[in-house]
């Protein structure tokens, strides 16, 4: 029997390839390309039946078109399968570099799902690579950027074998080369379709005002003429079908709004500098079921060689789905991709926010060495700058009974040390500018309460959590079991803190809790609740694991940098680990 391996069988498969894959690139539209496909596998891959299951853009697979069998075609040709269905198949079985190979053996458990398919039964191999009715052999066909066009579908070769490896490859070519001819046909498609509406637009200029009608009643984006000029500017003149549909709301009732009144509030600055100028904007607009969607708003100014500007001809463009994947990268870069938690970058942004580099507790020799500063200069007097009354200092350093003109809660004098160029005391290298916009300093320090007692102070705690025991989870039943405690560990923290609180993934087995508003003995309870809520066993795979938790707290206080911060509660946090036996530790 002749095998894939002998090199006149490879070279006859090369060059029938090679004919399959020139007819590709030779079909006039998207579906000559899909027949070329599958007719090419059975004439030069060696497959009796083949398929391609195309992608639909609500994400399901069609099968587009059949090759071999007309019985098997009438049955399946235009079913539909679901996305979901189709990514568990393509993760199960065998991965052959890129195909996926479901054995019978496993295969039983896909007979009831929604995938159109047409196998029989037969009876066992007698061989171990010979070929069963009810085997599955998949080659997934990606675009240039990783987006799954479709599925090839392979059955019955002619051999009556599994294919080996030069029979794998040999279709794993194909199916890639099939891809750049489905991306191209559609490429073309858009070229074609987009010729069409170009053309359509230039007619629609040339062409008399029914015919303008028409181009703007049944345009497939949306379309509105607004009054510019005077107090009915931006109101609505006429709304094409398709601008109605987006809003849900019938033209009639329209005609009684402006864009102004159906933008959203944060976006109004943008439509009204659209408005005077023209131009592209991206903002959000109302739905009559009170939600927002996201549009590209684009304005022509067609003007009046006589009056000047009268009217905005405004194109309006569905952009949802771009901004969705727009604001889901940005929550993949900033967001652990395992537990969907904050990241480290995420943390320290939230933990920077809240500080800047002025200390909220000023020293008193500090304020006398800015009093000096300014003694000497013209119309300065140290007892009337505060307001005739000497500012002292309470019980905890800080300065009380300053008037306006004086120091004030945050110990600066009015007109700001910043005023005068190196007059600040308390910059670092590699903080955060200083949160003020003016003469007076309109920041809310942040404040650390005293550690030994709670004197009532709130302060933003951060709880450093490093988990007891994770490693040999880790080691003795894998990362599988690993990642999964961590998701878990993260969602049990998640559960146990307020909304607003933010619980972030350091790193590792590492996990950062940021909660305001708590004293000392408020912080410290918490750091009980939650390691209490992490002590339970969690299970995986039907296999019940253990980890316990330390941790270190610690507060955030201006003056302070987001690592110096996260250091300080994780120094914390291993005084804690250490004073506890390593048993105790797991018990939590």
Request: hydrophobic share 40%.
């Amino acid at each position: 029997m002749e095998t894939e391996s002998e090199p006149y069988v490879r070279l006859a498969t090369l060059r029938q390839l090679h004919r399959v894959v020139a007819e590709l690139n030779t079909a006039r539209s998207l579906a000559d390309t899909l027949q070329t496909v599958v007719d090419g596998i059975v004439v030069g891959l060696g497959y009796e039946l083949a398929c391609v299951n195309l992608v639909r853009p609500d994400g399901d697979l069609v099968v587009a078109a059949f090759a071999g069998d007309p019985a098997a075609e009438a049955l399946i040709t235009g079913r539909v399968g679901s996305r979901a269905s189709w990514e568990r198949r393509l993760t199960m079985g065998e991965n052959w570099d890129g195909l996926r190979f479901i054995p019978h053996t496993e295969g039983w458990v896909l007979m009831e799902d929604d995938v159109p398919q047409w196998h029989t039964d037969g009876p066992d191999p007698r061989f171990e690579d010979e070929w069963h009715p009810e085997d599955r052999l998949y080659a997934p066909m990606y675009a240039s950027g990783g987006e799954l066009l479709g599925v090839i579908s392979v059955d019955r070769p002619r051999n009556g074998r599994r294919p080996g490896a030069w029979g794998r490859e040999a279709l794993q070519m194909y199916a890639f080369q099939a891809a750049i001819a489905i991306s191209n046909a559609r490429l073309r498609a858009n070229m074609q379709r987009a010729l069409v509406r170009l053309e359509r637009e230039q007619q629609a200029l040339r062409a008399s005002e029914e015919s303008f009608r028409q181009a703007f009643e049944y345009a497939p984006s949306g379309m509105a003429i607004a009054e510019m000029g005077g107090d009915q500017h931006g109101r609505l003149l006429r709304t094409n079908d398709a601008l109605c549909r987006l809003l849900g709301r019938p033209a009639s009732v329209l005609r009684r709004y402006s864009f102004s009144d159906l933008v959203h509030p944060e976006d109004i600055g943008t439509l009204l500098r659209t408005s005077a100028e023209g131009g592209r904007a991206e903002l959000r607009l109302g739905r009559r079921d009170g939600t927002y969607v996201w549009v590209s708003l684009r304005n022509s100014v067609v003007a009046d060689a006589a009056d000047g500007p009268r009217f905005l001809l405004t194109h309006v463009e569905d952009i949802e789905e771009r901004k969705r994947h727009e604001l889901q990268l940005a929550h993949r870069a900033s967001h652990d991709s395992l537990t969907g938690l904050p990241n480290s970058a995420e943390l320290r942004a939230r933990l920077g926010a809240r500080l800047c580099r002025r200390p909220q507790s000023v020293r008193a020799s500090a304020i006398e060495a800015l009093d000096a500063a300014f003694e000497g200069r013209d119309g300065y007097d140290g007892h009337a700058a505060h307001g005739g009354h000497a500012a002292h200092a309470g019980h905890d350093g800080h300065p009380v009974g300053a008037e306006a003109g004086g120091v004030g809660e945050h110990g600066f004098h009015a007109d700001g040390p910043d005023r005068y160029p190196g007059a600040d005391p308390f910059e670092f290298p590699g903080a955060p500018p200083a949160p003020s916009d003016g003469p007076y300093d309109h920041h809310v320090h942040t404040v650390a309460p005293a550690t030994d007692i709670d004197d009532g102070t709130k302060g933003l705690a951060v709880l450093f959590c490093d988990l007891d025991g994770f490693k040999s989870i880790n080691d003795r039943f894998g990362h599988h079991t690993g990642d999964a405690v961590l998701i878990e560990v993260a969602r049990r923290l998640t559960t146990g803190v307020r909304d607003g609180d933010t619980v972030a993934r350091l790193g590792g087995d590492e996990f950062v809790v940021l909660a305001d508003g708590l004293g000392a003995a408020d912080a410290a309870d918490l750091a009980v609740r939650l390691r209490n809520a992490i002590i339970p066993p969690i299970r995986v795979d039907g296999r019940a694991v253990r980890v316990g938790a330390s941790f270190g707290i610690g507060w955030a206080s201006c003056g302070m940098s987001a690592d110096e911060v996260l250091r300080s509660a994780d120094q914390r946090m291993y005084i804690e680990k250490r004073s506890r036996s390593k048993a105790h530790r797991r018990a939590g």
